[in-house]
């Protein structure tokens, strides 16, 4: 960053997140008050574990400006999913990202959305795990084309480093599932697909707040920079396993551990997913 001059409002942190219908969380810890008199003592929950994957985007300057890609699962596509402007969606077999969604995400939606914001002129990095599904080569050579450095984190370290699993999606989730019971009481039919969009994008308003993002880039240890943040962590020996294992590529490659290789899709693949 401080070789390129780039400012807070270029640097991004990507990843997915992946929401059930019934809005289940593991875990999560309830309490409900009864009426004495009220023999039923019962709480309608949801058992419709389908599940639909988010993209989701925050800048370090504490903005969430990029709006999310849904991935919904089988090859409908409906009408309410369009109800919020710049919003993406794709379709594949079992709601998934895939190389192809992650790379055509990444030119539609992240280049344009950070390139947009760029005041500076200067590059763009855009934080992520190496998860295996976006280290493409087609989206590395558009990246450099469009100024935009990638950043793939060190496997078992997004826990630690990554700022949208340290902050964001928690909340998140607690939220959604929320969400989720709300209108199953009111609805006694639960959430439906055709309005997730609609929910969702209500949900993210409440969760993504400035204060919530900049606090979750604090506790990254990225945004102030924080030397100290992996202390506790880098004694143990899971981490011992990583640092001798693994190192910090300036763009994904095969030298990632959990590096998947993949062919780009042909033609005929790219017809498999539906983009609106």
Not at 2 to 29: L, R, T
Not at 265 to 275: A, I, T
Request: charged residues 25%; glycine residues 6%.
């Amino acid at each position: 960053m401080k070789e390129n001059g780039m400012p807070w409002e270029n640097v991004y942190n990507m990843d997915e997140k992946g929401i059930q219908m019934g809005g289940s969380q593991k875990g999560k810890a309830e309490k409900f008050i009864f009426d004495i008199m009220d023999k039923s003592q019962y709480c309608l929950k949801s058992d419709d574990l389908q599940l639909v994957t988010v993209i989701e985007v925050v800048c370090a300057d504490g903005t969430h400006t990029i709006k999310p890609c849904f991935v919904f699962p089988g090859s409908s596509v409906f009408e309410e999913w369009h109800c919020i402007p710049d919003v993406l969606i794709a379709t594949s077999e079992n709601g998934w990202t895939d190389d192809y969604i992650a790379q055509e995400w990444f030119k539609k939606q992240f280049v344009p959305g950070a390139k947009a914001r760029n005041t500076s002129a200067k590059p763009i990095l855009l934080i992520y795990d190496g998860h295996g599904l976006h280290t493409i080569l087609k989206m590395i050579e558009y990246a450099h084309e469009n100024g935009v450095h990638l950043f793939c984190l060190p496997p078992h370290t997004t826990h630690h480093l990554q700022p949208l699993d340290m902050g964001v999606f928690s909340p998140l989730a607690t939220a959604w599932s929320d969400c989720c019971s709300m209108i199953l009481e009111e609805s006694r039919e639960g959430m439906e697909l055709w309005y997730v969009v609609e929910e969702y994008m209500k949900v993210e308003e409440k969760v993504f707040k400035k204060e919530t993002i900049l606090q979750a880039w604090h506790k990254a240890g990225i945004n102030p920079a924080q030397t100290d943040s992996f202390q506790d962590y880098s004694t143990s020996t899971q981490a011992k396993g990583v640092c001798q294992s693994t190192r910090l590529p300036h763009a994904p490659d095969a030298s990632c551990e959990d590096f998947v290789p993949a062919d780009a899709p042909d033609e005929e693949s790219e017809d498999e997913e539906s983009w609106e």
